[in-house]
């Protein structure tokens, strides 16, 4: 967990100061919301345990699912710019976050320019995964959408330790679809296709990427697409 959200250049001096800045650690029960859109910001929130997701309301009251978070990132971020925040996180099971106050953190900052450099790099990657996802959105077909889901999941798992190609989708098939702007139909039919030409195996909600390089030749446009039906021309048009 430490990988993604701390740097290693970090003495255990500088660890001891971090630790002392979390105000509590906080549990978090499965559908329980952590923050809500419109709420005040100005604490930080890193997972410890669990996974969570970030839901958006559009003008007609509508929700709109944004993104996936795990352990070793931040939540709360959201806040920074307009004190408020612009969305809303939601526990996808029983999870942990240790609250860190954004102002705290501001004064420390100046004394490990080590930590600065790394929370703005994790700035920089959250605005190219917002950006990478407006362009799947818009620009790719529904197989194309679900490939690029799956291989970055397993990315982010491998960046905490865990393997690249055998994990447990936390979230469900109706989450998945939501984010990916497709239907629940959509994804079964895809994630049955993938399983028949061996790309995947699937168990409930343990996954393993039985063929990455297929997976990866799919998100890249290079493996044919299915027959256009109603649910891929609408990814199509989305």
């Keep these: 967990m430490r990988s993604p959200c701390l740097p290693d250049s970090l003495s255990a001096d500088d660890l001891a100061r971090i630790e002392q800045l979390v105000a509590r650690r906080r549990r978090v029960l499965r559908e329980d919301v952590l923050y809500r859109m419109g709420d005040r910001g100005g604490t930080l929130y890193a997972i410890r345990l669990g996974h969570f997701k970030s839901l958006q309301a559009d003008r007609r009251g ?11 990132e931040l939540l709360g971020m959201d806040a920074l710019g307009t004190g408020l925040h612009g969305s809303t996180a939601v526990a996808l099971e029983d999870s942990e976050v240790c609250e860190i106050p954004y102002a ?30 407006m362009i799947f959105l818009g620009n790719m077909r529904a197989d194309q959408r679900l490939a690029s889901f799956l291989l970055d999941l397993g990315e982010r798992y491998a960046m905490r330790g865990y393997s690249a190609r055998s994990f447990l989708l936390r979230m469900s098939r109706d989450d998945i679809a939501g984010y990916l702007g497709l239907t629940l139909e959509c994804i079964s039919r895809q994630l049955a296709r993938f399983r028949r030409n061996g790309w995947i195996r699937l168990d409930k909600r343990a996954i393993e990427l039985t063929d990455r390089d297929a997976l990866l030749a799919l998100a890249a446009g290079l493996q044919p697409a299915l027959p256009i039906d109603s649910d891929s021309a609408r990814a199509h048009a989305a």
């Design 104 to 133: 705290r953190l501001l004064e420390l900052m100046p004394r490990m320019p080590g930590l600065l450099a790394h929370f703005h790099q994790m700035l920089g990657r959250e605005i190219l995964r917002e950006q990478a996802v």
């Design 62 to 72: 509508g929700q709109h699912l944004t993104g996936f978070q795990m352990a070793g």
